[in-house]
């Protein structure tokens, strides 16, 4: 069965780094473009940055760029997001998840990763 697994969530200070890996199984990991959502408390949720499926296009929300980057290796079946410079308010739970190709719908989700940034 489809899994994505996220890890590498924390606590951290702000200005400071997390990277967030996300393991894919269960699909062709190659195939699909793959995004990072984050839903902080009260808060609907929002994507963050996307990658293409063989990586060579990126999208970022204007709240991350020149901050997050987002990565993958499709020979590891594994999505990276490296964040720096963090601010409280980056503050989520924070999603893996898998575009469909045809319908280019978000259909396969992680269970999330918490990152909090301390103030």
């Known amino acids: 069965q489809v899994q994505l697994v996220e890890s590498g969530g924390g606590l951290v200070q702000a200005g400071g780094s997390l990277r967030l890996s996300c393991a894919a199984s269960?699909?062709?990991?190659?195939?699909?473009?793959m995004g990072w959502f984050r839903q902080a408390p009260g808060k609907e949720r929002e994507l963050v940055t996307a990658?293409?499926?063989?990586?060579?296009?990126?999208y970022y929300a204007d709240s991350v760029k020149g901050r997050f980057t987002i990565s993958r290796d499709n020979t590891k079946n594994t999505l990276y997001l490296q964040m720096n410079s963090l601010k409280p308010e980056d503050t989520a739970i924070y999603f893996c998840?898998?575009?469909?190709?045809?319908?280019?719908?978000?259909?396969?989700w992680g269970q999330g990763t918490q990152v909090t940034v301390s103030s």
């Open positions: 998840a898998a575009r469909d190709p045809p319908s280019e719908r978000y259909v396969y």
């Open positions: 990658i293409s499926a063989v990586g060579g296009s990126t």
């Open positions: 269960g699909y062709t990991f190659s195939r699909y473009a």
